[in-house]
C-alpha cells in the first residue's frame, strides 16, 4: 500500500457507506488499497459526522495558507523597497 495519500471525504464518505452497508472491511481494503483501521476510523468519524468537520479544516487552512502567502508577497516587496534606499 502506498503512504500519504490523502482521499477526499466523498471518498471516504463512500467507503464508510459501503461498511455500514455491509461490506467486509477486507473487502473494502483489498478493493480500495486501504489499511482497514483507516476505514474504521473514517466509518468513526462518518457516524458521528466528524467528516464535515474535516472539510471545515481543510477550508479553513486554505485561508490561511493565502494570507500566509499574502503576507509574505508584502513583506518581500516592503524588503526590497527598505534596502533600493
Excluded: C, P
Amino acid at each position: 500500500m502506498a503512504k500519504h495519500r490523502t482521499h477526499s471525504v466523498e471518498f471516504k464518505r463512500q467507503v464508510s457507506q459501503e461498511y455500514l452497508s455491509g461490506e467486509t472491511l477486507h473487502g473494502l481494503a483489498k478493493r480500495h488499497d486501504v489499511s482497514r483501521n483507516l476505514i474504521r476510523i473514517w466509518v468513526d468519524k462518518f457516524q458521528v459526522s466528524a467528516l464535515d468537520e474535516d472539510v471545515a479544516s481543510a477550508g479553513l487552512l486554505e485561508t490561511y495558507e493565502a494570507r500566509i502567502a499574502a503576507l509574505e508577497r508584502l513583506v518581500g516587496k516592503q524588503a526590497l523597497e527598505n534596502w533600493s534606499f
